[in-house]
């Protein structure tokens, strides 16, 4: 596991300093690369942001482990969240077992010297491109690499980063592979990632056929929402009829129809 040193809280005064003299340490301590530092150098404003997240992408080609540890361990910002979306993506589309790899460790081995937001986004950046480019590899890691005890937070993004990547290329596929999950939790949020993303890149009325078959209201009630949200902007009237014909509780149905009534374009 990679660790990164940090210094006292009255340094965070200036980001750029902080960032500007951060060290990865290894066997032996080591500077950011030269570009990345000449790049945070640069005065405030979007050419230096885009500086900064193009170096921090070039460092993770020759040495992905430390960019991704540096940047998780860097005090909050939005140009920081940004180089965590644009590192972890850019490793997971080259190498994705490895990048998945990497997050999976700092995630299970949380420490005082990262920051726990970045470290999910990365994990769920990671397997979601792994999801997409080789489900079953990815849907055999989730089965077998999570604790039962695991956290609700890494259960959602485990499951649903899986389940959501996968349903982008063959939903049915990937819903399968979410009704034999075992974990309540892991197969909960699995559900919900795969409805949404049903809805958003295939065909919403597909995802209400398989929602209807599954064989418990339990498991209806974790799809159903996104899919009648879905149905409702396309034809309010049949999304109601579907929606009734569930075995799901009343006040549900109700909730939901008082909420797309609400959201419902004014004339």
């Given at each position: 596991m990679?660790?990164?040193n940090?210094?006292?809280r009255?340094?965070?005064?200036?980001?750029?300093f902080?960032?500007?003299?951060?060290?990865?340490?290894?066997?032996?301590?080591?500077?950011?690369?030269?570009?990345?530092q000449?790049?945070?150098?640069?005065?405030?404003?979007?050419?230096?942001?885009?500086?900064?997240i193009?170096?921090?992408v070039?460092?993770q080609?020759?040495?992905?482990a430390?960019?991704?540890?540096?940047?998780?361990?860097?005090?909050?910002?939005?140009?920081?969240?940004?180089?965590?979306?644009a590192?972890?993506?850019a490793?997971?589309?080259?190498?994705?077992p490895?990048?998945?790899?990497?997050?999976?460790?700092f995630?299970?081995?949380?420490?005082?010297?990262?920051?726990?937001?970045?470290?999910l986004s990365?994990?769920?950046?990671?397997?979601k491109?792994?999801a997409r480019?080789?489900?079953?590899?990815?849907?055999?890691?989730?089965?077998?690499?999570?604790?039962?005890?695991?956290?609700?937070d890494?259960?959602?993004?485990?499951?649903?980063?899986?389940?959501g990547?996968?349903?982008?290329?063959?939903?049915?596929?990937?819903?399968?592979?979410?009704?034999?999950?075992?974990?309540?939790?892991?197969?909960?949020?699995?559900?919900?990632?795969?409805?949404?993303?049903?809805?958003?890149?295939?065909?919403?009325e597909?995802?209400?056929?398989?929602?209807?078959?599954?064989?418990?209201?339990?498991?209806?009630?974790?799809?159903?929402?996104?899919?009648?949200?879905?149905?409702?902007?396309?034809?309010?009237?049949?999304a109601?009829?579907?929606?009734?014909?569930?075995?799901?509780?009343?006040?549900?149905?109700?909730?939901?129809?008082?909420?797309?009534?609400?959201?419902?374009?004014?004339?």
């Amino acid at each position: 596991m990679i660790t990164v040193n940090r210094w006292p809280r009255w340094l965070c005064l200036s980001a750029c300093f902080l960032l500007m003299f951060a060290c990865v340490w290894g066997e032996e301590s080591k500077p950011l690369p030269a570009p990345l530092q000449q790049a945070l150098a640069q005065p405030e404003g979007k050419e230096r942001d885009k500086a900064v997240i193009d170096a921090a992408v070039e460092w993770q080609k020759s040495d992905p482990a430390a960019a991704l540890g540096w940047v998780v361990a860097q005090p909050q910002s939005l140009l920081i969240r940004s180089i965590v979306i644009a590192v972890s993506q850019a490793w997971a589309k080259r190498d994705a077992p490895a990048a998945v790899a990497c997050a999976w460790d700092f995630a299970k081995k949380p420490t005082t010297t990262h920051n726990d937001g970045y470290i999910l986004s990365a994990l769920h950046l990671t397997l979601k491109q792994w999801a997409r480019s080789d489900p079953k590899a990815a849907v055999a890691w989730a089965d077998t690499s999570v604790p039962a005890d695991s956290s609700k937070d890494i259960m959602r993004w485990v499951f649903g980063s899986v389940g959501g990547g996968y349903a982008e290329v063959d939903p049915v596929a990937a819903a399968a592979w979410a009704e034999a999950v075992k974990d309540d939790e892991g197969r909960h949020w699995a559900f919900q990632a795969i409805a949404g993303t049903w809805c958003f890149f295939h065909k919403a009325e597909d995802a209400a056929v398989w929602a209807k078959r599954l064989p418990s209201a339990e498991l209806k009630i974790d799809v159903v929402r996104p899919i009648f949200e879905a149905l409702y902007r396309r034809d309010a009237a049949k999304a109601t009829a579907w929606l009734d014909s569930l075995t799901i509780p009343d006040e549900m149905k109700a909730e939901l129809k008082t909420k797309a009534e609400l959201k419902k374009p004014k004339p």
